[in-house]
């Protein structure tokens, strides 16, 4: 395998890749398929952010962002059904318990951990010591821009973690369950070892709780673009989408069993700041996952850092030298 040079890089020369949108397939079917699946993703991004720019303070809560979030999941759960992107990533009920014990342990275990040593009490102990005046003027801009800058900074910081985690061998240790899925569907962003899935979530976002409405804001474009990395559903992406935003065929690639590949496409929500940094690589891949798509168990995910660490510490500590007998 040959593979595609993408700057000074070589692409798919370990595993398949398809580098470059002309070479993606489009999706099949009559006109009214087409004008669907081309333009759901911005059309749902602008009713959400219309929904949270213009809903009254009783409704614009967290638990109503939570509850829109699942509801939106389960949509692009059946659109999974109606237009996969790939057969081979189809949902068995196999895999759909298995994701469904990971997103339960999101919403249980970690967020009780999270309200102990997450990232919110680390910036409520901060926030103490802040001089707030002196960000007034960001209070003063414009509500679409507050949230624009929020969801920015927060991403940014998301692609530092993420590709940290790709570049530094502790942190990849957290991150490696998470690269032995196989498929992409709707939950597969909660799968991974619960250390991961802490340190991923860590952010900024608690700095901006004196901004309700603009967080809210900032979250939608999260959930509305966000959601797209790991999903199985065939889109016609607009091309100013793809250069903007991260898509499922994005990290479709960051999944692939190429390695050169999987270090690409960092960033959760604004792909522009891949390119801005030279670790982008537009197309797909289909063919997903570690040691020629070996699915990890569960046991297997949740211990992973540990044992894994364990054998390689065992490797570099001197072994006493064997004493002769007498």
Same mark, same amino acid.
């Given at each position: 395998?040959?593979g595609?040079?993408?700057?000074?890089?070589?692409?798919?020369a370990?595993?398949?890749?398809t580098v470059?949108?002309e070479?993606?397939?489009?999706v099949?079917g009559g006109?009214v398929?087409?004008?669907?699946f081309t333009w759901?993703?911005?059309?749902v991004?602008c009713? #959400?952010i219309?929904f949270?720019y213009?809903a009254? *303070?009783?409704i614009?809560?967290?638990?109503?962002?939570i /509850? &829109? =979030?699942?509801g939106f999941?389960?949509?692009?759960?059946?659109?999974?059904w109606?237009?996969?992107r790939?057969?081979?990533?189809?949902?068995?009920?196999k895999e759909?318990?298995?994701d469904?014990f990971y997103?339960?342990?999101g919403?249980?275990?970690?967020?009780?951990?999270?309200?102990?040593?997450g990232?919110?009490?680390?910036?409520?102990?901060?926030?103490?010591?802040?001089?707030?005046?002196?960000i007034?003027w960001?209070?003063?801009?414009p509500l679409l821009i507050?949230?624009f800058?929020?969801s920015?900074?927060f991403?940014?910081?998301?692609y530092?973690?993420?590709?940290?985690?790709h570049?530094?061998?502790p942190l990849?240790l957290t991150?490696?369950?998470?690269?032995y899925?196989?498929? #992409?569907?709707i939950?597969?962003?909660?799968?991974? *070892?619960?250390?991961e899935?802490?340190?991923?979530g860590? /952010? &900024? =976002?608690?700095?901006f709780?004196?901004?309700?409405?603009?967080?809210?804001?900032?979250?939608?474009?999260?959930l509305?673009?966000?959601?797209?990395?790991?999903?199985?559903?065939?889109f016609n992406?607009?091309?100013?989408w793809?250069?903007?935003?991260n898509?499922t065929?994005h990290?479709?690639?960051h999944h692939s069993q190429?390695f050169e590949?999987?270090?690409?496409n960092?960033?959760?929500?604004?792909?522009?700041?891949?390119?801005?940094f030279?670790?982008?690589?537009?197309?797909?891949a289909?063919?997903l996952g570690?040691?020629?798509?070996?699915?990890?168990?569960i046991?297997e995910?949740?211990?992973?850092p540990f044992?894994e660490?364990w054998n390689?510490?065992?490797e570099?500590?001197?072994?006493p030298a064997?004493?002769p007998?007498?």
């Amino acid at each position: 395998m040959s593979g595609v040079r993408v700057g000074k890089r070589i692409i798919g020369a370990q595993a398949p890749v398809t580098v470059g949108w002309e070479n993606v397939p489009r999706v099949e079917g009559g006109p009214v398929k087409q004008f669907v699946f081309t333009w759901f993703q911005p059309t749902v991004l602008c009713a #959400l952010i219309a929904f949270w720019y213009y809903a009254p *303070n009783s409704i614009a809560t967290a638990s109503t962002a939570i /509850g &829109i =979030g699942i509801g939106f999941k389960v949509l692009l759960l059946g659109l999974e059904w109606v237009n996969p992107r790939h057969k081979s990533w189809q949902l068995t009920w196999k895999e759909l318990v298995t994701d469904l014990f990971y997103v339960g342990l999101g919403y249980t275990l970690l967020r009780i951990v999270d309200s102990f040593i997450g990232d919110g009490v680390m910036i409520e102990a901060a926030q103490s010591a802040f001089a707030w005046d002196k960000i007034a003027w960001f209070m003063g801009l414009p509500l679409l821009i507050q949230a624009f800058l929020i969801s920015f900074i927060f991403d940014f910081g998301q692609y530092w973690m993420h590709r940290g985690m790709h570049n530094w061998y502790p942190l990849w240790l957290t991150h490696a369950p998470h690269h032995y899925i196989t498929q #992409l569907n709707i939950n597969k962003g909660a799968v991974g *070892n619960p250390v991961e899935l802490f340190l991923i979530g860590l /952010g &900024i =976002g608690g700095f901006f709780d004196f901004m309700p409405r603009a967080a809210l804001l900032a979250g939608t474009l999260g959930l509305a673009v966000g959601t797209y990395q790991h999903i199985n559903v065939r889109f016609n992406t607009p091309r100013w989408w793809r250069f903007v935003f991260n898509t499922t065929e994005h990290h479709s690639v960051h999944h692939s069993q190429d390695f050169e590949a999987s270090r690409s496409n960092y960033s959760g929500t604004w792909i522009i700041i891949d390119r801005l940094f030279g670790t982008c690589v537009d197309g797909e891949a289909e063919r997903l996952g570690m040691e020629g798509g070996r699915p990890m168990s569960i046991r297997e995910t949740m211990t992973f850092p540990f044992t894994e660490g364990w054998n390689r510490l065992k490797e570099r500590l001197p072994r006493p030298a064997a004493v002769p007998a007498e």
